[in-house]
């Protein structure tokens, strides 16, 4: 039997957040078992709790965003990501502020911090999603879809019209069984291209982007 897991301590760290540009302090804390991964906005006069679900899902561009029109937190693709490869179930995360921060571009940074809080098991078994049958979605030439497997292997491919990006480079597959998440993905940071960088400004986004925390490509 495969336990629930959450953190020992409460541990925290301070970033700037990629699109707002403001300074953030998010705070890790312990969770009981079946509470799952909850966030709150400390920031706020009445501190808002946010269950991660799949259906408080509210944008994917640019980045992940999660919550209500009025209690938002964005950005939570790294810290997740970490959260899921640590194999955490429970766990608070504070957030002063509408943006997780976004650290060197990657989740290594939350990799660490999760380590550091002493990762413990708890006495209910961990709950598991299967895939029986084949779910596929399409959206204009962009695809995803599960599929049936004794496992979990990631596949997928990126195309875009840039000399870095060749067929070779645009192709990964790995096999969470075999692969290692620290050394194979965690240090995989977010990128973007310079004549982007303008137009991301201008609408708002991209304040706290730095070549600190991404990597900026030019056309060359």
Known sequence: MILQRTITNSVSTSGVGLHTGEKVTLVLRPANEDQGIVFTRSDLETPIK???????VTETKL??????DKFKISTVEHIMS?????GIDNIMIDVNGSEVPIMDGSSIA???LIKSAIIKEQKKPKKFVVI????EITDGEKLAK????QGFIIDFMIDFPHPAFNDEDSHVSI???KDSYIK????????????????????????GGSLDNAIVLDEY
Do not use: K, W
């Not at 946010?50 to 408080?56: D, R, T």
């Not at 029986?132 to 779910?135: G, H, K, Q, R, T």
């Not at 194979?184 to 304040?207: K, P």
């Open 50 to 56: 946010i269950q991660v679900s799949p259906f408080i």
């Open 63 to 68: 980045c992940s965003t999660i919550g209500a």
């Open 82 to 86: 970490a959260l899921s490869a640590s």
């Open 110 to 112: 939350f990799i660490h």
């Open 132 to 135: 029986n049958e084949l779910i």
């Open 146 to 149: 599960f599929e049936p497997y």
């Open 175 to 177: 096999d969470f069984f």
């Open 184 to 207: 194979d993905i965690s240090r995989a940071r977010t990128f973007g291209f310079m004549h982007e960088v303008e137009y991301l400004r201008t609408n708002g986004l991209a304040r």
